[in-house]
């Protein structure tokens, strides 16, 4: 059974930092090409960072010199390092576990979410 769990959600002050962490089990992890979204209140869905198997990392501008991502294989994790937070940056942060073969997808694997919230 595929699991995907975020967690290092919280309440953080504007400037601050998060680290956000995704474990995911049932699944080859080291194949999968992972993925950070978030998602306000009233606002739909968007991409914040993406890492591919191979470790190449892309971001949406409006994160980009402030957000990090990495993974470990040998952990199964994705992390998500968010410095100086704003209050924009609150929203619900889910990870996802994409895998495609030969251009058709085989895996595609959501985790609930954290709640990040930043505000004074």
């Known amino acids: 059974q595929v699991q995907v769990v975020e967690s290092g959600g919280g309440l953080v002050q504007p400037g601050g930092s998060l680290r956000l962490s995704c474990a995911a089990s049932?699944?080859?992890?080291?194949?999968?090409?992972m993925g950070w979204y978030r998602q306000a209140p009233g606002k739909q869905r968007e991409l914040v960072a993406r890492i591919t198997s191979d470790g190449s990392a892309n971001y949406a501008e409006f994160v980009k010199g402030r957000f990090a991502i990495s993974r470990d294989n040998a952990k199964n994790t994705v992390y998500l390092q968010m410095n100086s937070l704003k209050p924009e940056d609150t929203a619900v942060y889910s990870c996802?576990?994409?895998?495609?073969?030969?251009?058709?997808?085989?895996?595609?694997?959501w985790g609930r979410g954290t709640q990040v919230t930043v505000s004074s």
């Open positions: 996802n576990a994409v895998f495609h073969l030969h251009g058709s997808l085989r895996g595609d694997y």
């Open positions: 049932g699944i080859t992890f080291s194949i999968y090409n």
